[in-house]
């Protein structure tokens, strides 16, 4: 597969190897861009949205495949019309000895979306996805807790789920925007801009200042 990939390698980007040794280039990113808006899209549209040939594009689309860049398709549903509508956050601390048995009792628990080993306070995170708070309550009281494998919890609930790509790529990333935004960045924090998230305290001088200006 790599022979395929250096046969049709782009000038512009820089390459880097994946898998078995396939080298991506701009044209593979490219693909993997289409291919995150509508993962069913036929080889020759495919090939019209990169442009490239329609046989460059099929070798190209089995060379990540073969590869393994591209693991498998799957569907994207709703969860709230799937009647799965209440997401947690489930912050566990394990007993170190005991990670095999936490592994093995979280793969039967169907309710787990995701799980993940982190750094921190917690040891990892598991997002859940249930009918309702109920089903959270019971997950973490009766079935966590009785797992001796860990050792504390801590949920939090999702309230509104702002932002979720399937994949997020290398190319996604635009140099000369970022380069704008850090250059606008100060002027914005002078005129008194709060970026969000970030809170701006104003000292009791100023604020009176600024009624005496009213005034």
């Not at 990113?29 to 069913?40: A, D, S, T």
């Not at 020759?44 to 498998?72: C, H, M, P, Q, W």
């Not at 009785?146 to 140099?175: G, H, M, Q, W």
């Amino acid at each position: 597969m790599s022979e395929i990939s250096r046969n049709g390698v782009s000038g512009g980007g820089q390459p880097g190897r994946i898998g078995i040794g396939l080298e991506l280039d701009d044209i593979h990113l490219k693909i993997l861009e289409v291919l995150r808006e509508n993962g069913r899209i036929s080889v020759a549209a495919l090939a019209e949205r990169v442009g490239i040939s329609r046989a460059n594009a099929y070798t190209r689309f089995e060379a990540l495949r073969a590869d393994g860049a591209i693991k498998r398709f799957t569907a994207e549903i709703d969860h709230v019309r799937a009647g799965l509508g209440i997401t947690a956050l489930i912050f566990v601390t394990v007993r170190q000895q005991m990670w095999k048995q936490f592994r093995a009792e979280l793969a039967r628990m169907p309710e787990v979306e995701y799980c993940a080993i982190t750094t921190g306070q917690h040891d990892a995170m598991i997002q859940v996805r249930v009918s309702d708070v109920a089903a959270v309550h019971t997950m973490v009281t009766d079935r966590l807790a009785n797992i001796p494998a860990v050792k504390a919890t801590e949920t939090v609930f999702i309230l509104d789920e702002v932002l979720r790509r399937p994949y997020v790529l290398p190319s996604d990333r635009d140099p000369a925007r970022d380069r704008a935004r850090q250059q606008r960045r100060p002027v914005q924090e002078a005129q008194g801009d709060v970026p969000l998230g970030k809170m701006r305290f104003v000292g009791a001088a100023e604020g009176r200042a600024a009624l005496r200006k009213d005034d």
